[in-house]
């Protein structure tokens, strides 16, 4: 058991609020480049419609074996739409984090101002990964038809799906670093996200495609945000057997460090822990 700051115990079984949870962690800014330390990594995550609570030990422990990377996980267990992840109530949420994980589902967020300050980090630089809803949160003023601030981050405009049916993944540039070597496969049921413009955005730069029947839409692809922030993104992984598919964990794994410029032999090992502190979030 460790004795943090504030008369706090933590240990792998005690539930906090997740923000607090953050703000455990080192305030400090990231450290300088090292092949030798770990990617630090904030998954957000929670929301409607999906069983985030099982796909955050699914995600961090999935990619953790494949990649260097460590985590802290703000998980948020209200299941609305319109509920703020309270890491978010913070201004400098991501601060010593080295990449974000998007994992929400939070359409009906919509306060440009919170909007703001969620892309704030990001517009600086922060790497970012958006995976599955994600795509559907912060529809601000201008939803459906606009590019609002989320898609350009995003680098998709993405308004719904139809019924849960496999999908055919069929990766369109191979040569990426980040679909080099993966193969071609087919999901279980899942939710085919549209691309309601037709196309990703001129930041953004299509990977794979993904069918159902006679729906084809780009379901991975990578994105340049404000000039200079990487972010990879997947509209794949509603369920939880999708999540936990060895070729999803793949992909996002080198998804992921792609972001960060750091998909090479050196970070595709496993990491010594999969948590940066000696607890999780597991909501209340």
């Not at 480049?33 to 998954?43: E, G, K, Q």
């Not at 410029?261 to 822990?273: N, S, T, V």
Request: hydrophobic residues 40%; neutral net charge.
């Amino acid at each position: 058991m460790t004795r943090l700051p504030f008369g706090i115990r933590l240990t792998a079984s005690v539930a906090v609020p997740c923000a607090l949870l953050v703000s455990l962690l080192p305030g400090a800014a990231a450290p300088a480049d090292n092949d030798s330390r770990p990617i630090r990594a904030l998954l957000v995550v929670g929301g409607c419609c999906h069983d985030y609570a099982m796909q955050k030990g699914i995600l961090t422990k999935g990619i953790s074996a494949r990649a260097n990377v460590q985590w802290a996980i703000a998980y948020d267990p209200d299941t609305t739409t319109s509920h703020l992840n309270p890491v978010y109530k913070n201004s400098d949420w991501a601060k010593g984090f080295d990449v974000v994980v998007h994992d929400e589902c939070s359409a009906d967020v919509k306060d440009l101002a919170v909007i703001d300050r969620i892309l704030g980090p990001h517009r600086q630089g922060l790497p970012g990964v958006v995976l599955h809803c994600g795509m559907h949160c912060y529809r601000s003023e201008g939803f459906p038809t606009a590019v609002t601030p989320w898609f350009e981050f995003t680098g998709l405009q993405s308004t719904g799906h139809g019924a849960q049916q496999p999908i055919a993944v069929s990766f369109i540039d191979k040569e990426s670093p980040v679909t080099k070597g993966l193969e071609n496969w087919t999901t279980i049921n899942e939710e085919l996200y549209n691309n309601s413009a037709g196309k990703v955005l001129d930041t953004a730069h299509a990977l794979a495609r993904g069918k159902q029947g006679r729906r084809d839409s780009v379901v991975v692809w990578t994105n340049l945000y404000n000039k200079k922030t990487r972010v990879f993104a997947t509209t794949l992984g509603h369920n939880n057997d999708t999540v936990a598919d060895s070729r999803y964990l793949d992909l996002v794994t080198r998804g992921l460090l792609w972001s960060v410029d750091k998909l090479d032999e050196a970070h595709l090992q496993p990491a010594k822990k999969v948590l940066l502190n000696a607890a999780t979030n597991s909501g209340k």
